[in-house]
Nanobody
Framework: QVQLVESGGGLVQAGGSLRLSCAASGRTFSTYDMGWFRQAPGKERQFVTA????????DYADSVKGRFTISRDNAKNTVYLEMNSLKPEDTAVYYC????????????????WGQGTQVTVSS
């Protein structure tokens, strides 16, 4: 089992940057493939990006490709989401999640979730 805690959210102006972190507990973090999702008010939770357990492969939603970067540090039990050129439509609660399915894109494929961190992008 793994517990996930996100941090780094906040209020930023359009065009700005934020880096989210997701700290995991447990000694098995490096065996999990990880993902980031986001959920805006009144909308379904949607896939943002995913990374394999080794960090060797990544996948991105078209809406964030070229602006967001996922990475991980298995020695620190942490996965990161670097967000650049932020847009108002990126405003959402961002969640990290853990799975044993490589580069999974659906919420049902993930076993563990963090509590989320709010990202607000003002225009």
């Amino acid at each position: 089992q793994v517990q996930l805690v996100e941090s780094g959210g906040g209020l930023v102006q359009a065009g700005g940057s934020l880096r989210l972190s997701c700290a995991a507990s447990g000694r098995t973090f490096s065996t999990y493939d990880m993902g980031w999702f986001r959920q805006a008010p009144g909308k379904e939770r949607q896939f943002v990006t995913a990374i394999t357990w080794s960090g060797g492969s990544t996948d991105y939603a078209d809406s964030v490709k070229g602006r967001f970067t996922i990475s991980r540090d298995n020695a620190k039990n942490t996965v990161y989401l670097e967000m650049n050129s932020l847009k108002p439509e990126d405003t959402a609660v961002y969640y990290c999640a853990a799975t044993f399915r490589a580069l999974a894109r659906h919420t049902w494929e993930y076993n563990y979730w963090g509590q989320g961190t709010q990202v607000t992008v003002s225009s």
